[in-house]
């Protein structure tokens, strides 16, 4: 009997194979993590790509640090100290600089999260604030891209004469790759400029790790550069969530820079297409509900041959996430009206990701895992549901051939197969 074990919220599901059956693990490559992630922070800001770095922000009077919310596990309480030390050096007092969760469409984050997002040190010590893009006066308006997208930022973003971007290289469906001015533009931006963005997911190029000639994600770099951004500084994180490198500096020199290194880490061979996948989007707060989750199903379609089965294994604590999210899967009876019904009507954000999560559906049958998912949910959802792991793979077996193969991605979201 072969052994599983992959990811689930923060513990693990496990379950067993039988003999017969061929099993490859595609798993981001093992990478050590530096063995000093603060003096690797010291090193990035001492030697920034593209630009001076951080005396690009001498004399600013009034600071903005975006970082990202729960749902991505960016290490902010080793980056956001040695920043601050690094401001305070240029004459930048602490009561100048204001946190800002870029949440964006996401729900906003509460106070009570700050110091799991920022770090208690931090949350104690620095005005911490989150992103709302629905809350009144919330946003201000900063032009049009030449693509037509409406910019509309979070007005302390727009305010702040200092401005610094902090996040996580990942792979990404629609723009390539996470973070550079993905985190501005996408955790700071109004819903008009989120959607107009993003509804360019069915045009050529905007897919799974490509950035150059990506129409979403040039988007994104231009408003980026039109609304202005001193510094990012963006992390590479391995399978054990440490610190591979830091890059900091030009929001585009040293974003691409540190993608050169995430292609390293998330870009991996298979070598072959499976009859299952067993599939885990990382844990939490990957899994933190399926909106987040559906991104582990869509990295695991193309290595499951046409009518295979996908085991998705996602504890989703919060649900489904997103209440469009619903609604675009009511929309329809089957995964192809589904895709129909989003074609027919304006682009809306929640009604992309049942999109997304259809365009799996017709290619793949899935068997969700899910704590958080009742029966209810996995119908709208168009699942299967199984208790636990060897539940679901009891289930599996039973549509496939006796010699079949299965393939394991325990951390879905941040692999990248490539076949």
């Known amino acids: 009997m072969a052994e599983v074990q992959i990811p689930y919220g923060e513990g693990y599901q496990a ?39 951080i005396e690009e922000l001498r004399g600013a009077q009034k600071v903005v640090i975006v970082v990202s919310d729960l749902t991505r596990p960016v290490p902010n309480a080793i980056i956001l100290p040695v920043l601050l030390e690094k401001l305070n050096a240029i004459g930048i007092r602490d009561e100048q600089v204001t946190v800002l969760v870029g949440a964006g469409l996401h729900r ?39 693509r037509g997208t409406p910019i509309w930022i979070n007005r ?10 902090v996040g996580m290289i990942d792979p990404h469906q629609i723009v390539g790759y996470s973070a550079g001015a993905k985190s501005l533009v996408i955790g700071c931006g109004g819903e008009a400029t989120i959607c107009a963005n993003h ?33 990012i500084v963006n992390v590479v994180l391995n399978n054990r969530k440490e610190i591979v490198r830091v890059v900091a500096g030009h929001y585009l020199a040293a974003h691409r820079a540190g993608v050169a290194i995430a292609r390293k880490v998330s870009e991996v061979p ?6 299952l996948a067993i599939v885990s989007p990382g844990g939490y707060p ?117 010699a079949g193969m299965v393939a394991v991605l325990p951390k879905a979201n941040s692999t990248i197969p490539v076949l």
Not at 16 to 41: F, K, N, S
Not at 365 to 393: N, W
């Open 15 to 53: 379950g067993r194979l039988p003999q017969g059956l061929t099993v490859y693990e595609i798993a981001p490559r093992e990478v050590a993590g530096v063995t000093d992630a603060a003096a690797e922070m010291h090193r990035a800001l001492e030697n920034p790509i593209g630009n001076r770095g």
């Open 108 to 146: 906003p984050a509460s106070p009570d999260e700050f110091p799991l997002i920022v770090g208690p040190e931090v949350a104690a010590r620095i005005k911490v604030i989150s992103h709302d893009a629905s809350a009144t006066g919330m946003l201000g308006r900063a032009g049009t891209s030449s």
């Open 156 to 165: 302390h973003y727009l305010e702040a004469d200092g401005r610094i971007l």
């Open 199 to 231: 509804a360019r997911l069915v045009e050529p190029g905007a897919t799974l790790g490509r950035v150059e000639g990506n129409p979403a994600r040039e988007d994104i770099d231009e408003i980026g550069g039109l609304v202005g951004i001193d510094l």
């Open 270 to 275: 298979v070598p072959g297409v499976a009859d």
């Open 286 to 402: 990957k899994d933190i509900n399926l909106y987040q989750a559906q991104k582990g199903l869509y990295h695991a379609t193309p290595v499951v041959k046409k009518g295979g089965i996908i085991i998705l294994c996602a504890e989703c604590r919060e649900g489904a996430g997103e209440d469009r999210f619903i609604a675009g899967m009511k929309a329809g009876n089957t995964p192809e009206e589904v895709m129909a019904s989003f074609h027919s009507r304006e682009f809306q954000m929640g009604f992309h990701k049942a999109f997304l999560w259809c365009r799996s559906l017709v290619h793949a049958r899935v068997i969700l895992v899910s704590d958080g998912v009742d029966e209810e949910l996995a119908r709208v959802m168009m699942v299967r549901r199984a208790p636990g792991l060897q539940a679901a793979i009891d289930l599996a077996l039973q549509g496939l051939p006796g």
